[in-house]
């Protein structure tokens, strides 16, 4: 089975969306950890040590969002960046089918759908920089 992949200018876009997308759920969870928490964990939201958790998931994406914007901007390597951001949603996506039961029924299936979607992302970036490299 071949994996698709994408080539130049389709590279770049898919990048700079995923890192734009990353970059703002970064900024709400550091800013309105509750709002970001709420379709992950439900009523926990209001947890002052899951609140301090989505702060600390939300500097992740942030610092990822924007160093990969950066990347795209300044011409720099932007391989890192992806595979850094498909690794952390690949933990998401780990952790959240580890507490699928424990988790409300909407959110856990919008939050893994997302992070799926943030490693096939990945997974087509780098593997679209490694066909036609920066």
Do not use: H, K
């Amino acid at each position: 089975m071949n994996f698709p992949t994408l080539r130049g200018s389709d590279v770049r876009r898919l990048a700079r969306a995923n890192a734009a997308a990353r970059s703002a759920l970064g900024i709400v969870a550091l800013t309105l950890p509750g709002m970001a928490l709420a379709p992950w964990v439900g009523g926990a939201r209001r947890d002052p040590a899951a609140r301090l958790l989505a702060r600390a998931l939300g500097g992740r994406d942030l610092a990822i969002g924007v160093g990969a914007l950066q990347a795209l901007r300044a011409g720099g390597q932007l391989g890192p960046w992806a595979l850094a951001g498909g690794l952390a949603d690949a933990g998401d996506v780990v952790v959240t089918l580890l507490s699928w039961r424990a988790l409300p029924r909407r959110g856990r299936l919008a939050v893994l759908a997302a992070a799926s979607g943030g490693v096939l992302a990945a997974a087509l970036v780098t593997t679209g920089l490694a066909r036609d490299p920066e």
